[in-house]
């Protein structure tokens, strides 16, 4: 499975994906092998600029996995974020948030965000900016 980080979705929706990664996002949506938390859903709806966008939004995400959270999950989040934070480390809780459903539920992490590079996972890919411009994947 993989989480799509908000900011891939973004290029997804505006056709501004390099033909690698497009081909990637694709091969995972027909194999059913895409997961999506609330906070990406929330980002990717709070960003939209008509009705219509929202319904092609919630539309494409209806057939993907949900990642819910408990009220245990969001204590032992909390503490990754405090661990960071007393490292002089601050990440953003949306981002702290899609690590750990990242992490727990098993899936990669697809992201264009450097601020995943503080959790030294394996499985958050970070697709640079270079990568993302001249097609070059990982």
């Not at 490292?87 to 981002?95: A, Q």
């Not at 697809?110 to 990568?131: G, H, M, P, S, W």
Request: aromatic share 14%.
């Amino acid at each position: 499975m993989y989480l799509i980080d908000t900011s891939i979705w973004i290029d997804y929706f505006r056709g501004k994906l390099n033909d690698i990664l497009r081909e990637r996002v694709f091969n995972y949506i027909e194999n059913d092998l895409i997961a999506y938390s609330g906070v990406i859903l929330s980002e990717l709806l709070i960003g939209c600029k008509s009705e219509k966008e929202k319904v092609i939004i919630k539309d494409n995400f209806t057939g993907f996995q949900y990642i819910a959270l408990s009220h245990n999950d969001f204590v032992d989040l909390a503490e990754i974020g405090n661990i960071l934070l007393r490292k002089g480390i601050t990440v953003p809780l949306t981002d702290i948030i899609i690590y750990y459903q990242a992490k727990f539920n098993k899936t990669r992490l697809l992201t264009y965000d450097k601020n995943f590079k503080y959790f030294n996972d394996k499985n958050i890919e970070i697709i640079r900016a270079v990568q993302q411009a001249s097609g070059a994947d990982k």
